[in-house]
């Protein structure tokens, strides 16, 4: 699978490494909205309560209540829900298992790594069609004024 491109303003990339910090060590978690006309672009986000009481700190998932409110959201706005992003407290941003199988195809999944309090990487991927590994999607950060 090609790799895609994922473009998002500089402010909306700071606010994604804020929330994980602010959760931190607990993960955030947020829905990416924004447009998908041949190019992926975030031009909003819509923050996420983490529902998992069991293992908060480790154990990002999204419910249908959460699609349906993000969806919202986004309509409200004219934009589509693109993906979600999600923070890795004192973890490297890349997948783990249970971020592969708790995920759908298409979107983009951001994960920032945030290692005591302070954010660090910020990877984005999608999940192949056949569910059985992401891909890499390149963050484009958009420098200058936002949307
Ligand atoms: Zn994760």
């Not at 700071?14 to 975030?42: M, S, V």
């Not at 986000?45 to 959201?73: G, H, I, Y």
């Not at 995920?103 to 991927?125: F, K, L, N, R």
């Amino acid at each position: 699978m090609a790799e895609g491109n994922l473009k998002i303003t500089k402010e909306l990339a700071e606010k994604i490494r804020g929330h994980g910090a602010e959760t931190y060590p607990h993960e955030c978690c947020g829905a990416l909205l924004g447009k998908d006309d041949g190019a992926r672009e975030i031009l909003g986000l819509f923050p996420l309560v983490n529902r998992r009481d069991d293992s908060p700190r480790n154990r990002f998932s999204v419910t249908a209540q959460d699609v349906l409110e993000a969806e919202k959201a986004g309509r409200q706005q004219g934009l589509d829900v693109v993906g979600w992003y999600h923070s890795h407290p004192d973890h490297p941003a890349r997948p783990s298992q249970y971020d592969r199988d708790h995920a759908w195809p298409w979107y983009s999944y951001v994960i920032v790594s945030v290692a005591e309090g302070e954010p660090q990487d910020m990877t984005s991927w999608r999940l192949n069609d056949d569910r059985e590994a992401f891909s890499p999607e390149v963050i484009d950060i958009q420098q200058g004024a936002a949307v």
